[in-house]
């Protein structure tokens, strides 16, 4: 069974109150500095390998991105795709009701798997690898989900007992989600063991995110777990990325502003959506 979200959340951030505090997380066993961890699933779980759409990337000037005033990600009240929650009347009501389609457990559920959904939809396409410069492999594709699953469920501390709860259905979604990817990679024996290994690297992403916020922090600290969590390869130093990786850094720091702007309704409810990457910036000459 896994630990409940909201308990290891709440682990992870008061064990992240300071940079000393990461190497206790390495002593619990949560892997801060996630590169090894994956050298582990490696050898199990095959990259997806890279889409012929991505062999021509569009060129970014990434030193002119996520400069922007942040601003609140809800969804118009116009928009199409909005989600509203299902209203019946008359014998369907009744109906549903018996049923407790109406629980809090019911609508917390129907709406984390909403949030989970735009989750997938910023993660999956390749406009996020294509402005990052990133290969869509297992790997990457794991960690950006990881990164943004942060996102909101960092998001969602802020909303107290309604937020926590919330989070727990989202994770257990994504966690099957994930199961579900490695399945697809071609794993079919010891998934469990595997699936231990990626809720490892998971929490030690977490714990690095959180740790690069506090106030204490290095002003690199972000960077640094992002290239470790996100584009750390053997072999390479993080100079090797130093554009891509300060470019994600401004991102995140522009992604955690936005949210914060964001109303507690569109968040729980699942009406937002992360800044659109599609539109990238032509690189100057």
């Not at 699936?195 to 916020?213: D, N, P, T």
């Amino acid at each position: 069974m896994l630990p409940r979200w909201s308990r290891a959340i709440s682990q992870i951030s008061k064990l992240a109150a300071s940079r000393g505090d990461v190497e206790k997380l390495r002593c619990r066993g949560f892997n801060v500095s996630t590169c090894r961890g994956f050298a582990k699933v490696a050898d199990v779980v095959p990259d997806f390998g890279t889409d012929d759409s991505s062999a021509v990337r569009p060129q970014v000037n990434l030193n002119k991105m996520f400069w922007a005033k942040p601003c609140s990600l809800a969804l118009p009240v116009d928009s199409p795709i909005r989600f509203e929650e299902r209203k019946y009347t008359g014998i369907k009501h009744i109906m549903m009701k018996l049923m407790l389609a109406y629980s809090k457990e019911s609508r917390s559920i129907e709406r984390a798997n909403v949030i989970y959904r735009r989750v997938v939809a910023h993660v999956d396409p390749p406009a996020i690898y294509d402005v990052f410069n990133l290969e869509k492999t297992f790997r990457t594709n794991f960690s950006l989900l990881v990164l943004h699953m942060w996102l909101i469920l960092h998001r969602l501390k802020e909303e107290g007992d309604e937020g926590a709860d919330l989070g727990q259905n989202l994770y257990e979604i994504y966690n099957h989600d994930v199961e579900l990817r490695v399945y697809n990679a071609g794993v079919n024996l010891l998934l469990a063991r595997w699936m231990k290994e990626l809720e490892k690297i998971f929490y030690g992403s977490v714990a690095a995110y959180e740790a690069a916020l506090v106030p204490e922090a290095k002003q690199d600290e972000l960077q640094n777990a992002l290239w470790r969590n996100v584009f750390a390869e053997e072999g390479l130093s993080i100079e090797d990325a130093l554009q891509e990786v300060q470019a994600m850094s401004r991102y995140v720091r522009r992604e955690i502003a936005c949210m914060s702007m964001t109303e507690k309704e569109a968040i729980l409810s699942g009406n937002f959506l992360f800044s659109p990457l599609e539109n990238v910036v032509p690189l100057s000459r």
